[in-house]
């Protein structure tokens, strides 16, 4: 593959890309609304970390409120996971996969993580939420294979 | 846009790039700043997480400091919020945007980010710091839709 | 330098891409290892945070293990440093450093988050973890001002 053929590998023009941008961007935005779940929770609830939040009954708006840590955990696994997708995906994206390939990994690794964070916040029983991390865990680790498969020394 | 046009767009060469490099370096090293802004309460305070880090009074050394919580919230805030800009950022420079929006997105972004520090850790009363994040948090929302429909299907 | 040679600067054509790919893929998969390492704890143990998890005595279930919170420490470091040094490693590639500097910057914080995790999971004796830390934070922060010098305004 020549050097100009390699460079033309960030841009919308390459499919491979625009399906990582798309992607990438989605799973990023859930992340997000995970901030905003969180916050109408405490919003409406009144529950608080901080001092300068308390409106109302100041013991009560430090009360542990399970939707909430729950919400909280949710967004943790979220931050263990998706940054690391964020980039490794755009190196694997670099490493010139075809569209067929490259697909199946974004949309399967997006699909497990909106499926952890539904098993997540309703709950669904065990192990459904497991393996939606697992899924998008090992998704993550394969295409991590092959960029250092491609940048062996 | 011809490819070689887009590719140059990855390049200190291209004015919306050097603006994202600045901006997404200071906000990270900000970020940085609050392990180290933690770091010292410890150490002063002498308050651990870890039995091999007492010196001193084995109890007080787990105590909970209230400062030293309130900069570790404000850390993860910035981990909930600054790796989503810093990647929706480099894929809104790849759609090509016009160096005034761009610049405008990554000050206000930058901008809503160092106050929301300084709200945090002062504290400035409510709302100062709710509205430091939601700006922040609205400006990556904003550019994931300018790259959602770059990258539409 | 032409556009032409900065472009081509993101290709695994160019050693210091190439090593980038390589050591920022070793982090991230050294980041997500830190989610078995608790999860294992988790299954032999049968400690969980999730009602829906709990096998066995309930009340046990949610009891504080050491071991675990370590674990989660250690990865809630790895999170608050790996992703800092993805991107402003990615961003020092494009300043086009030379293969010399480059290939001590990265080997230097790979090595420096690699012995952090052991120091922190076995534990080493103190100042060995502050040291990991502190030895990588200075990288990432070192690498920044070079982008920000050459991104300046």
Chains 1, 2, 3 share one sequence.
Request: glycine letters at 6%; aromatic letters at 14%; charged letters at 20%.
């Amino acid at each position: 593959m020549s050097t100009d053929d390699q460079v033309s590998l960030l841009s919308f023009d390459n499919e491979v890309f625009r399906l990582y941008a798309w992607y990438a961007t989605a799973v990023t935005v859930k992340m997000m609304l995970m901030s905003i779940y969180v916050s109408q929770y405490r919003l409406r609830r009144k529950v608080v970390e901080n001092p300068e939040d308390v409106r109302g009954d100041k013991v009560k708006a430090f009360r542990r409120d399970e939707d909430i840590e729950r919400g909280r955990r949710c967004h943790r696994n979220d931050m263990e996971n998706i940054p690391p997708f964020l980039i490794v995906g755009l190196l694997y994206v670099l490493t010139g996969p075809t569209v067929y390939n490259a697909t199946w990994y974004f949309r399967v690794f997006a699909g497990s993580r909106f499926f952890h964070t539904v098993a997540y916040l309703l709950p669904l029983p065990q192990p459904s939420r497991a393996l939606g991390f697992f899924v998008g865990w090992c998704t993550i680790v394969s295409m991590a294979i092959n960029v250092l498969k491609t940048g062996q020394m």
